[in-house]
């Protein structure tokens, strides 16, 4: 059985929905972050050197990185569910955007985060970090208009993935009316059973809106 060691607030909902939307079994250790400095607790680095979420124990393997866990997941439990068939356009596709999450997306939403804190000392890299968050997500908006999904026309894993940064981008007020598919996207996929049921095992998930 799968042991997933889960962040609340974090990126590791994606695992615990992933496992969901696969219907398998798995075990949550849930740990709660600092509630004045928002850091993870010093025990993830008992699991993992880098202290941070997600991380999975599996047959006697531990691994860390949300978009490793994702891939290794679905190809070792998938059962070629979530992921369109290896060699294919489509799966070009899904490898793309499944690690342009982490990648390209939530690098300038981290900069914004930790920039924003600066105050005014943050001012005169603030336009060209807003402009490339922009530039992220019309690239996202445009893709999406050619098919529902990430993965093509099916839901996958890859949609799983990229929920987090567009939350995340949502969160900041950063999609709105400008992108109506990013906006129905993330209302489809949080109305999702699988999504649902991995708040009930993982606990309250306040990037959603």
């Given at each position: 059985m799968i042991t997933v060691h889960h962040l609340n607030n974090s990126r590791s909902h994606r695992?615990?929905?992933?496992l969901e939307e696969l219907m398998l079994e798995y075990r949550v250790v849930t740990y709660t972050r600092d509630p004045a400095t928002l850091a993870a607790p010093a025990e993830?680095?008992?699991?993992h050197p880098l202290g941070k979420a997600p991380v999975i124990?599996?047959?006697?393997?531990?691994l860390a990185e949300s978009g490793a866990i994702l891939e290794y997941i679905v190809g070792r439990h998938g059962g070629g569910r979530l992921a369109p068939a290896a060699g294919t356009p489509e799966h070009v596709r899904y490898l793309s955007w499944l690690h342009f999450a982490e990648g390209s997306a939530m690098p300038p939403l981290l900069l914004k985060i930790y920039a924003s804190r600066l105050g005014?000392?943050?001012?005169?890299?603030?336009g060209r970090i807003d402009g490339q968050i922009a530039r992220m997500l019309d690239h996202v908006e445009e893709e999406l208009d050619d098919t529902p999904w990430f993965s093509g026309?099916?839901?996958g894993a890859a949609d799983i993935?990229?929920?987090?940064?567009l939350e995340a981008a949502q969160a900041?007020?950063?999609?709105?009316?400008?992108?109506?598919?990013?906006?129905?996207?993330?209302?489809?996929i949080h109305r999702r059973p699988a999504f649902l049921r991995a708040i009930e095992?993982?606990?309250?998930?306040?990037?959603?809106?």
């Open positions: 695992v615990l929905w992933l993830l680095q008992r699991i124990e599996d047959e006697g393997m531990v005014d000392a943050a001012r005169p890299i603030m026309e099916s839901f993935q990229m929920s987090f940064p900041r007020g950063a999609v709105g009316e400008n992108r109506p598919r990013i906006e129905r996207f993330l209302q489809r095992r993982g606990g309250p998930y306040e990037l959603m809106r």
